[in-house]
């Protein structure tokens, strides 16, 4: 019987946070699906909010250095933010209607969920931190333009990515079963 790393979380989780206390029943109502929902809910929520100040701070930078006449550009800026912003809060809203329909976003006190929604933010906030690395960036941009997965694939080989930002790559897979 194979289990997974999910299920040893929840577990051990539980364990330490309930100090010994019954948890059989926490367990039971806790899959592999929804520890790592709730961990992309944290990820994608954390990406929302770094989004949106990039956003702010890039076009600041772009309108005091843009001529009257090119204000047009910042449209167009507003645009690619509002299609990623939009992406975002798709997937995040996905993430969190699967947690409401399984009952875990009603306030109950599940420690395990609570510790992978913090995981999915700490992980999400340190990949921000470390894709800014001057060292992961130069080696970053001499992979050119990334056109489709492949090409992430490719440039993840010549330039590794913390194992932070490894993690967060399991939210982009479409893991909910509904």
């Not at 946070?17 to 961990?39: C, H, K, V």
């Not at 800026?77 to 209607?97: G, M």
């Not at 999400?124 to 800014?132: H, K, M, N, R, V």
């Amino acid at each position: 019987m194979r289990i997974s790393i999910w299920t040893v979380v929840a577990a051990v989780s539980i364990l330490f946070l309930t100090n010994g206390r019954s948890f059989s029943q926490e367990i039971a109502q806790i899959t592999d699906i929804e520890l790592p929902a709730t961990y992309c809910l944290g990820v994608v929520t954390q990406q929302i909010e770094k989004a949106q100040e990039r956003f702010q701070s890039e076009e600041k930078k772009l309108a005091s250095k843009l001529p009257p006449d090119d204000f047009y550009l910042l449209d167009i800026v507003r645009s690619v933010f509002r299609d990623q912003a939009h992406t975002l809060i798709e997937r995040r809203d996905r993430f969190r209607d699967y947690l409401k329909v399984k009952g875990f976003m009603s306030g109950r006190n599940i420690k395990s969920i609570e510790l992978a929604l913090r995981q999915g933010t700490t992980d999400a906030t340190q990949c921000f931190i470390d894709i800014e690395d001057p060292i992961h960036k130069q080696c970053t941009q001499q992979c050119g333009l990334k056109k489709d997965a492949n090409d992430d694939y490719r440039c993840d080989s010549k330039c590794p990515p913390s194992a932070a930002c490894t993690r967060l790559k399991r939210c982009l897979e479409n893991f909910l079963p509904f």
